[in-house]
């Protein structure tokens, strides 16, 4: 799942720089940027509630960064990292949609509407995420030989 990377990075930081210039891992940069802003104005609004769906985002976002940035889907072959990370940015998407139409109906100070905004930011750009995943995880059909092969 991870994307193809200049191969010249022996060390695990060089990875991670290289890991950020491909588009999958700019799409990780974001969702993390914007779900710490998510979680940065929700603390700091005067009802923390919606502060949960924003961390558990922030830390999902940060692992696999590094699971895909060290090449380390390559290692563990049994778990489907394309499976894993499509589930995570779908119910992502759809987690930060709910949570900040529900901030923003709410209503509050401007902390949370702020949190709201910049979480719908996030839901889309986790459902962008979700869309780009999904025809990497299609995979042609192969059909059955319907010849007999015992050379008859």
């Known amino acids: 799942m991870s994307d193809p990377a200049p191969e010249g990075n022996a060390n695990c930081m060089?990875?991670?720089i290289a890991y950020s210039k491909t588009r999958k891992?700019?799409?990780?940069?974001?969702?993390?940027?914007?779900?710490?802003v998510m979680l940065i104005c929700f603390a700091a609004s005067r009802t923390p509630g919606?502060?949960?769906?924003?961390i558990t985002e922030f830390i999902f976002c940060v692992i696999f960064y590094v699971v895909f940035a060290i090449h380390f889907d390559q290692q563990l072959a049994f778990i489907?990292?394309?499976?894993t990370d499509f589930l995570r940015a779908a119910i992502g998407c759809g987690l930060l949609i709910i949570t900040s139409l529900i901030s923003l109906i709410h209503g509050g100070d401007g902390a949370a509407i702020a949190g709201a905004v910049?979480?719908?930011l996030a839901?889309?750009?986790?459902?962008?995420?979700?869309?780009i995943t999904f025809p990497q995880l299609r995979r042609r059909h192969q059909p059955a030989a319907t010849e007999p092969t015992d050379g008859v």
């Open 50 to 54: 919606y502060l949960g769906v924003a």
């Open 118 to 120: 910049f979480g719908l």
């Open 25 to 36: 891992g700019a799409i990780l940069i974001a969702e993390t940027v914007l779900c710490l």
């Open 123 to 131: 839901g889309i750009i986790f459902g962008y995420d979700a869309f």
């Open 80 to 83: 489907h990292w394309g499976w």
């Open 14 to 16: 060089g990875n991670l």
